[in-house]
């Protein structure tokens, strides 16, 4: 399974950017992490099968949607109201549900795309 994110890019403090992920076959659950310099990597948002439960970080929860269209298959990051700290390389991650897994742990991923970079300015 290959992934492949895009749509980063410099914006002002308050803007908007779409981020999207192309993947080369459908995957249960995707999600979006990130990394700033410095810092691990931290979850940001996930996405059941039929895009019924979503989840996110209380640090993004209100500004971003994570959205999917399997017959694409094909999972997006709309992130409004950006924030310097939003600044980070912004990977997209698919897997399979294993028994115990949840949604916002590395480990619950299985494939991962190359990311790509998000930068804030104030």
Known sequence: VQLQASGGGSVQAGGSLRLSCAASSVIPNMGWF???PGKEREF???ISWGG???YY????KGRFTVSRNNAKNMVSLQMNSLKPDDTAVYYCA???PKYGSGWSS???YDYWGRGTLVTVSS
């Open 57 to 60: 970080s209380d640090s993004v």
């Open 106 to 108: 590395t480990k619950d």
């Open 34 to 36: 990130r990394q700033a």
């Open 94 to 96: 698919a897997g399979y």
């Open 44 to 46: 940001v948002a996930a």
């Open 52 to 54: 019924s439960s979503t």
